[in-house]
């Protein structure tokens, strides 16, 4: 009787035990399932402006020694914004996740598929949160639930996302005088992954050209090049018309890729024309003078800008000798299209000989200049040679004379 008892506790405790050994490989396969799946992505932050669209690469990893299908979700997602993973092209909701101990070579659970999540135009600046999961199914012998795992990301939203493209000038605002020639200096910031090729344009007002240059090169080109996370210089040569009025000049520029359209504005104030002439009062550029003689000469300095001209000052190049004075020499102010009459007196000087000499005349102010050449003729007195003749004259007279009286002897 007492063996039999105790071959009973024997068996009961067997029985315990082989209950606990069960149960304990019960929770360790759970245990296992419970982590054997792991959903990863490189970049758990981006930032983004409205607008933009993002992808997340899903990487899977799955150390439960068999394949799961597992499902995929996304939470957390704001209003407005939409959101999907992709395999292959298409939207997809579940994936087949191969144990990673039969993976040889590369393995095919690495971007397995991706999260593409658009930003809406109206999103606010911030940080928002999503929530990504992966489940597999329960095995078909077990009632649990697979092993799953959830993956958060986070969008930062900004007015300019720090990995956009952008096309920035360095002194977009430039003002001057019409007649001359404006060049901003531009550069082109590519930092996308990629190279970029830009075509390039701008909205100029009628009788506006405006040029595009790499730079450190001569050539014009509509077109511009750029490597992955690189950037391009080029110059911008705006030029006015030469009859601009003054005013303010907004003009608008573009560099356009396959990837994303770049804007800029460059600003072109004219503050006035400036244009001066110097001429005769009858056109010619040519006048006569005489040895000893001064000889006035009547100037027209016209201001052919649109801008008053202050301080104009008149000044000569002649032939050493000469002398030259104006009976103005400064012009305290000239209005914009109006004339001032000048006159310039020359005299040649006395060791002239009769031929054409040059003389250069320059009307300047602080804003602009012009020089106008003139071809002055001399011409030497005649007296003296009235003078010689006559003394010719006397002395043929005189040895006809002589002749006629003492011819015979």
């Known amino acids: ?77 704001p209003d407005g914004w939409s959101g999907y993973f992709e395999g292959s092209g298409k939207t997809v909701s579940s994936v087949y996740v191969r144990p990673t101990s039969s993976v040889q070579g590369a393995d095919p659970n690495s971007g397995l598929v991706s999260y593409n999540v658009t930003i809406p135009d109206e999103a606010k600046k911030g940080d928002y949160d999503i929530t990504l999961k992966a489940a597999a199914g329960a095995a078909q012998d077990a009632g649990d639930a697979g092993p799953e795992s959830v993956l958060s990301v986070k969008v930062s939203v900004t007015d300019e996302a720090a990995g956009n493209n952008v096309l920035e000038t360095t002194y977009p605002e430039q003002q001057g005088a019409g007649g001359q020639s404006f060049t901003f200096n531009s550069t082109i910031r590519n930092n996308s992954s990629g190279e970029q090729t830009y075509s390039l344009a701008a909205e100029a007002p009628a009788g506006w050209k ?25 110059t911008i040569t705006v030029t006015p018309p030469e009859a601009v009025e003054a005013g303010t000049y907004v003009i608008p520029v573009t560099a356009v890729s396959s990837a994303q359209d ?75 299209g109006q004339t001032k009459e000048i006159t310039m007196n020359v005299t040649p000087g006395k060791d002239a ?24 003729t001399v011409r030497t007195s005649t007296r003296w040679g009235v003078i010689g003749v006559c003394l010719i004259g006397l002395m043929l007279l005189g040895l006809s004379e002589v002749f006629r009286r003492f011819g015979r002897h």
């Open 1 to 77: 009787m007492k063996c039999l008892r105790t071959c009973g506790n024997l068996w009961k405790a067997a029985a315990v035990t082989a209950a606990a050994a069960a149960i304990s490989g019960v929770m360790a396969v759970s245990a296992l399932a419970a982590g054997g799946l792991d959903l990863s992505t490189r970049y758990t932050g981006i930032s983004a402006k409205p607008g933009d669209t993002l992808s997340f690469e899903l990487n899977f990893e799955n150390t439960t020694g068999s394949g799961l299908n597992t499902a995929l979700t996304a939470s957390g997602l």
């Open 210 to 234: 405006v040029a595009f240059k790499p730079s450190g090169q001569s050539m014009e080109v509509s077109s511009i090049g750029v490597s992955g996370h690189g950037t391009q210089g080029m």
């Open 262 to 336: 770049l804007a800029s504005e460059l600003k072109v104030t004219i503050t006035g024309t400036y244009d001066l002439d110097v001429l005769t009062a009858d056109g010619r550029l040519s006048f006569d003078a005489s040895v000893g003689k001064t000889q006035a000469v009547t100037l027209n300095v016209v201001n052919k800008g649109n801008i008053d001209l202050n301080g104009v000052n008149l000044t000569s190049q002649a032939p050493g000798g000469w002398t030259v004075d104006f009976s103005e020499s400064s012009i305290d102010v000239l209005p914009a």
């Open 353 to 376: 000989m009769s031929g054409d000499y040059a003389m250069t005349l320059k009307a300047q102010n602080a804003d602009t200049s012009v020089s106008q050449s003139f071809r002055v």
